[in-house]
């Protein structure tokens, strides 16, 4: 159970606030660090009567920093009820510090399994269902790209079709302005993709950070829903297919995204094949080169993983099963990733 405050959650005043505020919640609650996030914190919550929830709120020390605004997160999974997105149901939100020093919001606590590692593939996932898990995913993906974001109250944004020199401006600036060091494969990296940028189609509801272990699964192998929508937006959808095939680590490749990824174990299809079953899916009416999404992505997760190096740095992620050292050599090794694949990139 998480009692300290350093922990990130004041344990009697977000239980109260559970009582008064979340339907059916009977104190005490108590709350558990859920492994695995790196960018907000995410809480098991569990009331006397066994009935659970998550809570998210921001990493510690960063209450309201734009790049982990979790209110946002849960006005994006609200606006994806009455979708055909399988996303967990907000119950609650809180924007008052005084009660755990930071907003945070309370979700429905999803039954299935998380495949975060290869060892959860091995323990509970046979070789022979891997193919069905591959293509649920795929087919979550490309029917979370099927919804008009216009209907799902995203408005003007979908009118936009700039995504892709506004990330790259965003995850620059967020890097320079918040670091502890200097990465050259990364500035130059993003110069090379500033000045190849292609022609954004129509667009989409982009996840942000779409993966295989940022997905539930049901026991039938179908996707029970879509987790840790926090950099969600819209934009060009084939962004998000280019991080799915960067995080898709087969077996004999040289650099991971991940430093444990739950694909690096037989049985699962190629990434070729899962660019087949997308397009096949989604039916755009040209065939993308999907080379530069694929080095965006790479820069993009070094940006995000050389956060994550400055903030355990800090003490900002509390308790961590990694040091600051590890996550600092990943973000090397991405960087120099996306850089090698940016070099390839034509005029």
Request: aromatic content about 8%.
């Given at each position: 159970?998480?009692?300290?405050?350093?922990?990130?959650?004041?344990v009697d005043?977000?239980?109260?606030?559970?009582?008064?505020?979340?339907g059916?919640?009977?104190?005490?609650?108590?709350?558990?660090?859920?492994?695995?996030g790196?960018?907000?914190l995410t809480?098991?919550a569990?009331?006397?009567?066994g009935?659970?929830?998550?809570?998210?709120?921001?990493?510690?020390?960063?209450?309201?920093?734009?790049?982990?605004?979790?209110?946002?997160?849960a006005?994006?999974?609200?606006?994806?009820?009455g979708?055909?997105v399988?996303a967990?149901l907000?119950?609650?939100?809180?924007?008052?510090?005084?009660v755990t020093?930071?907003?945070f919001f309370?979700m429905?606590h999803l039954?299935?399994?998380i495949l975060?590692?290869?060892?959860?593939?091995?323990?509970?996932?046979?070789?022979?269902?891997?193919?069905?898990?591959?293509t649920?995913?795929?087919r979550?993906?490309?029917?979370?790209?099927?919804v008009d974001?216009r209907?799902?109250g995203?408005?003007?944004?979908?009118d936009?079709d700039?995504?892709?020199?506004?990330?790259?401006?965003?995850?620059?600036?967020?890097?320079a302005?918040?670091r502890v060091?200097v990465?050259?494969?990364?500035?130059?990296?993003?110069?090379?993709?500033?000045?190849?940028?292609?022609?954004?189609?129509p667009?989409r509801?982009?996840?942000g950070?779409f993966?295989?272990?940022?997905?539930?699964?049901?026991p039938?192998?179908t996707?029970?829903?879509i987790?840790?929508w926090?950099?969600?937006?819209?934009?060009d959808?084939?962004a998000?297919?280019?991080q799915l095939l960067?995080y898709w680590?087969q077996?004999d490749?040289?650099v991971w995204?991940l430093e444990n990824?739950?694909?690096a174990v037989?049985g699962f299809?190629?990434?070729?094949d899962l660019v087949?079953?997308?397009l096949?899916a989604?039916?755009?009416?040209?065939v993308?080169?999907?080379?530069?999404?694929?080095?965006?992505?790479w820069?993009?997760?070094a940006c995000?993983?050389?956060?994550?190096y400055t903030?355990?740095?800090?003490g900002?992620?509390g308790?961590?099963?990694?040091?600051?050292e590890?996550?600092?050599?990943?973000?090397?090794r991405?960087?120099?990733?996306?850089?090698?694949?940016?070099?390839?990139?034509?005029?």
């Amino acid at each position: 159970m998480t009692s300290a405050t350093d922990s990130g959650i004041r344990v009697d005043a977000v239980s109260d606030w559970f009582i008064e505020h979340v339907g059916g919640a009977v104190g005490p609650v108590q709350f558990t660090r859920i492994a695995g996030g790196r960018s907000n914190l995410t809480y098991l919550a569990t009331d006397a009567d066994g009935t659970r929830w998550v809570l998210r709120r921001p990493p510690l020390g960063m209450a309201h920093s734009r790049a982990h605004d979790v209110l946002r997160e849960a006005t994006v999974l609200g606006r994806l009820r009455g979708t055909p997105v399988p996303a967990p149901l907000v119950v609650g939100t809180c924007d008052d510090d005084s009660v755990t020093g930071a907003p945070f919001f309370v979700m429905e606590h999803l039954d299935g399994v998380i495949l975060r590692d290869p060892e959860t593939v091995t323990d509970t996932l046979p070789a022979d269902r891997r193919p069905a898990v591959a293509t649920a995913l795929v087919r979550t993906l490309s029917g979370l790209h099927a919804v008009d974001p216009r209907e799902a109250g995203w408005g003007e944004l979908a009118d936009r079709d700039d995504y892709l020199a506004r990330q790259l401006h965003r995850w620059s600036a967020n890097w320079a302005q918040d670091r502890v060091r200097v990465l050259d494969d990364i500035g130059r990296t993003h110069d090379r993709l500033v000045e190849r940028i292609p022609t954004q189609g129509p667009a989409r509801i982009v996840h942000g950070d779409f993966r295989l272990d940022n997905c539930m699964f049901r026991p039938d192998d179908t996707v029970a829903g879509i987790l840790d929508w926090e950099l969600t937006t819209v934009g060009d959808p084939l962004a998000d297919l280019g991080q799915l095939l960067v995080y898709w680590a087969q077996p004999d490749d040289d650099v991971w995204a991940l430093e444990n990824p739950p694909t690096a174990v037989p049985g699962f299809p190629t990434r070729n094949d899962l660019v087949e079953q997308y397009l096949a899916a989604a039916a755009p009416e040209t065939v993308p080169d999907i080379d530069f999404y694929i080095a965006f992505n790479w820069w993009k997760i070094a940006c995000i993983v050389e956060g994550v190096y400055t903030r355990t740095l800090r003490g900002a992620m509390g308790e961590s099963d990694r040091s600051p050292e590890s996550f600092g050599a990943q973000a090397q090794r991405l960087a120099a990733q996306a850089w090698r694949h940016a070099q390839r990139l034509g005029s």
